[in-house]
């Protein structure tokens, strides 16, 4: 893989992560939080309309999810655009650690909260979001 399609993936990853802080944002409001509600039943699979998002602690918890969300997308498009060209491997590895921490908290998380259906979104998210990352980039 090239440092270019890297630099290209990172950016790919940084709006994987980052567009669900606004889908979770909104779910801290009544009137917009249909996507996230809509979301967490997906990830709960069955979609079966039984998730429910009127709790002040979910939409609590939803305002926090979104803005790590969003923030750790940013974090990840400002290194593949301001940190990778003087550093690339440690920019690689850093995400991959951070995605691979993510991975492996969320899907123990989903699994002994009976969510096993969000564990196997987890997998497809894990392979999009690293990509060509697993290597090391050739110049």
Request: glycine share 8%.
């Amino acid at each position: 893989m090239s440092r270019r399609l890297h630099k290209l993936w990172l950016k790919f990853t940084a709006v994987v992560i980052g567009s669900f802080g606004p889908v979770f944002f909104l779910g801290t409001m009544a009137p917009t939080l249909e996507p996230a509600r809509f979301t967490l039943d997906l990830l709960s699979w069955p979609l079966d309309g039984a998730t429910i998002y009127d709790s002040p602690d979910t939409r609590f918890l939803s305002a926090l999810t979104g803005g790590f969300l969003m923030g750790w997308g940013v974090t990840i498009w400002c290194l593949s655009t301001w940190v990778y060209d003087a550093a690339p491997e440690a920019v690689r590895r850093t995400v991959l650690a951070g995605i691979l921490s993510w991975f492996v908290l969320d899907s123990a998380g989903s699994l002994t909260s009976v969510n096993p259906s969000n564990a196997a979104f987890n997998v497809a998210v894990l392979f999009l979001a690293v990509g060509p990352l697993w290597r090391p980039a050739r110049n």
